[in-house]
């Protein structure tokens, strides 16, 4: 499944529109991709909207993934989303279902995963040559001086006390975390293969009371998104905004 897919699976979950009997009007969400480092994002309108968060016009942030290695880099950088997730009301990873095992699921994240320290690995000094060489490197080999230059060659050399490794000891997080998880500050949406999203765990919720703290140039930012990125609501302006 590819992000754009699970982009769409989103749009569907927050209607821009609504039909009433044979007429369609306008709904009660507006998304935008791609909007301050926020891959999508949701913006209702009504202070009641479907799906209900219990929160008057939330704004609710997504963080697409579709593969492991992005999901896992993503994990190692809780400071990266802290922006998007203190500007919304909710915040969700979405990713395809089947992305994380059912141990991961289950796995809560502990307090001290926060601590950069449990990031860290053990590095190594280096053998008895006093380098940590990782592989092989450049040396020099008998053999003939043409134009007054060395014959150079690859050779191993990997490390005696690491094995190339570059690290004694793993992280904390390598040695007692599982691969993939759910940050403590996220929730979870999975899109399934007909296209429906299911949230599998909710999102903490961030009240904000009506105040979100939007800066003139966030609202810049909004408007020109809006206008590259309509949602269907806007379609019929295009003859008048191409």
Known sequence: MKAAEVKDALRRRHPATVRIGSTEAPGMWTCVEEWH??????????RSPKPSIGIANPIIGYEVKVSRSDYRRELG????RGG???????????VPDGLLKPEELAWDEPEWIRDPEA???TDC??????TCYR???WTLVAGPLPLGRTW???VEAKCGNCGGKGYLERSRVEREAPTLWIPADVGLVVVLANGKTK??????LRPTNGRHGISRASLTDLVRWLSVRPDPRHAACKDVYP
């Open 152 to 154: 150079h060659d690859r």
């Open 37 to 46: 480092g926020i891959d999508f994002l949701a913006f209702s309108a009504w």
């Open 84 to 94: 998007a997730v203190a500007f919304c009301n909710a915040f969700y990873f979405a």
């Open 125 to 130: 000094p280096g053998d008895e040559r006093g």
């Open 199 to 204: 949230v599998l765990r909710k999102a903490p």
């Open 135 to 137: 592989g092989k490197v």
């Open 77 to 80: 950088q809780p400071s990266k």
């Open 119 to 121: 990031w860290q690995r």
